[in-house]
Each structure stands twice: as C-alpha cells, then as structure tokens.
T-cell receptor, first 111, second 112 residues
Framework: RKEVEQDPGPFNVPEGATVAFNCTYS??????FFWYRQDCRKEPKLLMS???SGNEDGRFTAQLNRASQYISLLIRDSKLSDSATYLC????????????FGKGTHLIIQP | GAGVSQSPSNKVTEKGKDVELRCDPI?????LYWYRQSLGQGLEFLIY????????KSGLPSDRFSAERTGGSVSTLTIQRTQQEDSAVYLC??????????FGSGTQLSVL
C-alpha cells in the first residue's frame, strides 16, 4: 500500500455543484495533514490544514477520519477557478522527511 | 523578495554535464525542502534542511545529487553527470511551521 493515495481523476463537475474527494494514508501514526492546490504548470500552494475536529474555510471543508485513515476535501458551490489538482500531504510527525505528497486529484469545473 | 526565489527558471543541458540549481528561501524560514516533479507525476522528496541540523538526504535518488545550504539561507542543488531521466521540474520550498510550505516557481531542467 502506498503511503498516500489519491484518486487521480479527472473529476468533471458542473459549475455550482458540490464535489468531494478523499485521500488515504498508510501510517496510522501520522500526525498532521494538509491539502495543497496546484494549478497547471504552477507550484503547489497550501489550501488548508486538516485538524482532528475538521475545519472549514468558506466553500471548502476538510475532514479527518483517523479510524479509517483518510482525509477528505469538500468543495461547495464550485467555481471555474477551482479547476486544479488537489494534493494531499501527510506528515507522520517528528521526522524531518515526513512530508509525503499524494499524486493529486485533478478537478475540472465545467461551465 | 516576499516569496521563494529559484534560478534559473529553465535549464537545458547536455547529458553528462553538471548543473547547479539555486533556491533563495523566504527570510527567516528555518526549513528548506527540495522536491522534483516529472510531467504528470507527483512531488518526489529529495532533501530537507532544518536549521543547523544535519540535512535529511533520504530522498536523493543517487550520489550524483547533492545539496547544501549556506548560512541557513540560500541552497544549491547540484546534479553531476546529468542523465535524461533527471529531466523534471525541481521545486524548492521553505517553511517556518512544519507542513506549511511555500514553494518557488521551480526550475525546469531538460537534459538532452
């Protein structure tokens, strides 16, 4: 099992719809989790951290399920500008090289 | 500057040549990472510097790859005797809080 796994997509979603995707991780001791966004031919940028209690930032909601070892990202009222690749990042904690990036989920918002 | 700066933005080299890639992190950021990304692929961890600690080199793919960070600031990634499979975008990131990385725009390396 890979350390961090994501469905590569693409997810084709009409504008205004709600879309959600998950990321599974293999290390049960993982401590912290993040979602990054990467636009085509651009560098990744932090979208949001994922807290144990879950967190929300505008139209974006991130959840953590430790029992099943996955994190999720929900996007409500999707915009054309949400089209990007969403990268899941897991930090096992305590280790210098613990930041493992998933290969990303490609999201396409269609008008 | 406000962000992470990388140079050159593009580098074309011949197989067998050495290349140096530079990263200028955000001032005050103690951590510095190098990743590489091949077309359509995920980020591959290369090396990590944290303050004055010994760098974590566990991601370097071969002994042709090395990196240093001088004075806790600027970092240079060196690839010796480049091979075609080294072609990729090399991304540098700096961080003050573990997990929250700020990336540069990368160096596109093409080995002919």
């Amino acid at each position: 099992r890979k350390e961090v796994e994501q469905d590569p997509g693409p997810f084709n979603v009409p504008e205004g719809a709600t879309v959600a995707f998950n990321c599974t991780y293999s290390n049960s001791a993982s401590q912290s989790f993040f979602w990054y966004r990467q636009d085509c031919r651009k560098e990744p940028k932090l979208l949001m951290s994922v807290y144990s209690s879950g967190n929300e930032d505008g139209r974006f909601t991130a959840q953590l399920n430790r029992a099943s070892q996955y994190i999720s990202l929900l996007i409500r009222d999707s915009k054309l500008s949400d089209s990007a690749t969403y990268l899941c990042v897991v930090n096992p904690g305590g280790g210098a090289d613990g930041l493992t990036f998933g290969k990303g989920t490609h999201l396409i918002i269609q008008p | 500057g406000a962000g992470v700066s990388q140079s050159p933005s593009n580098k074309v080299t011949e197989k067998g040549k050495d290349v140096e890639l530079r990263c200028d992190p955000i001032s005050g950021h103690t951590a510095l990472y190098w990743y590489r990304q091949s077309l359509g692929q995920g980020l591959e961890f290369l090396i990590y510097f944290q303050g004055n600690s010994a760098p974590d080199k566990s991601g370097l793919p071969s002994d042709r790859f090395s990196a240093e960070r001088t004075g806790g600031s600027v970092s240079t990634l060196t690839i010796q005797r480049t091979q075609q499979e080294d072609s990729a975008v090399y991304l540098c990131a700096s961080s003050l809080i573990h997990g929250i990385l700020f990336f540069g725009s990368g160096t596109q390396l093409s080995v002919l």
